[in-house]
């Protein structure tokens, strides 16, 4: 297991990761160590929340870190390889969880012979629920793999995977949460057309969230087959589901996530 690991980028998903990784015991505070551009403040919160260790030098916070995570946007990836390639020791793994940006790359701008390894979490690696999906690029063996993946369990579930397929993972689950998050708006919307309270609606609607996602991960049953147990021919399910076959919804949501997928390689 790592001894010491580097985060270059100290925000929402960097802590996160930290949050899962302490929770579970994966590595004690002080193997964590944190750097952040132009914001001390945000370097000492987290210092202080979670007992890690912080420095504004990026030299100082990589040096003998068995393992790098780059939690940086994809438009300061550049200045930060460019910053640590002069100063990585051999063996040193690095991880990526930027959107978009290819192992390739990575590699190609370090110039220089460290495993490396991409993952695509999602927003909900705040609570530990993310689906996670990793893939190995240069130098990276299945050991490699492997012990990354344990400690992104931390954050929720993972899947090894082809490289190749983080754009269109990227479109699905990376962007997934949104989705949901928009199916629920409208929900609520609809709530307020049909005279319901907004605190009752938003309960029911939460509620029936949970319990059908329940209903998917523990039934053998598909979802089609879910759906059609409880749509009556004349029932008042029928009634709704018509009117989103008028509306094209399933048609929507697979245009959505093939846009999604583009814009991800477009980025790449
Ligand atoms: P963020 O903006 O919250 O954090 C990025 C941090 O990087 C900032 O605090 C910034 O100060 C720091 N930074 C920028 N340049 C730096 C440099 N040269 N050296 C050191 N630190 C530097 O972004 P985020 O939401 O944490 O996302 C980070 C990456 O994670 C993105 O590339 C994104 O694609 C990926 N990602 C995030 C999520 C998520 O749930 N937030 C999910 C999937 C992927």
Redesign the pocket.
């Known amino acids: 297991m790592f001894k010491k690991v580097a985060f ?7 802590e ?1 990761m930290i949050t899962g990784i302490l929770a579970r015991h994966i590595l004690e505070p002080q193997q964590i160590w944190l ?5 001390k403040q ?1 370097l000492e919160t987290l210092r202080d929340c979670f007992e890690v260790s912080v420095s504004e030098q ?1 030299e100082h916070v990589i040096q003998n870190a068995d393992l790098i995570i780059l ?4 438009k ?1 990836i550049s ?2 390889l460019f ?1 640590i390639k002069d100063k990585l020791q051999e063996n040193q793994v690095i991880l990526s ?3 978009g940006v290819s192992t390739d790359y990575i590699s190609e701008q370090l110039a220089l012979a460290n495993p490396v390894i991409r993952a ?4 909900s ?1 705040a609570i530990g629920l993310s689906a996670t999906a990793i893939a190995a690029g240069r130098h990276a063996t299945p050991d490699h793999l492997q012990q990354v993946s344990h400690l992104l369990r931390a954050i929720g579930t993972t899947v090894s995977v082809q490289e190749n397929a983080l754009h269109a993972i990227t479109g699905l689950s ?1 962007s997934g949460p949104a989705y949901i998050y928009y199916l629920v708006e409208a929900m609520e919307e609809a709530a307020s057309h049909i005279n319901l309270d907004t605190r009752v609606a938003k309960d029911l609607i939460l509620q029936t969230l949970i319990g059908a996602a329940e209903m998917l991960r523990s039934s053998s049953e598909t979802p089609r087959l879910l759906r059609r147990k409880i749509t009556s021919p004349g029932g008042t399910t029928q009634a709704g589901i018509s009117v989103l076959e008028d509306y094209h919804f399933q048609e929507g949501l697979i245009a959505a996530i093939q846009a999604a997928t583009k814009r991800s390689e477009e980025l790449g």
Do not use: Q, Y
Request: hydrophobic share 40%; charged share 15%.
């Open positions: 270059i980028g100290a925000g929402a998903i960097a996160s750097t952040n551009r132009s914001n945000r990026t939690s940086v946007k994809p300061d200045e930060v910053s969880v930027l959107a695509m979490p999602n927003t690696a990376g």
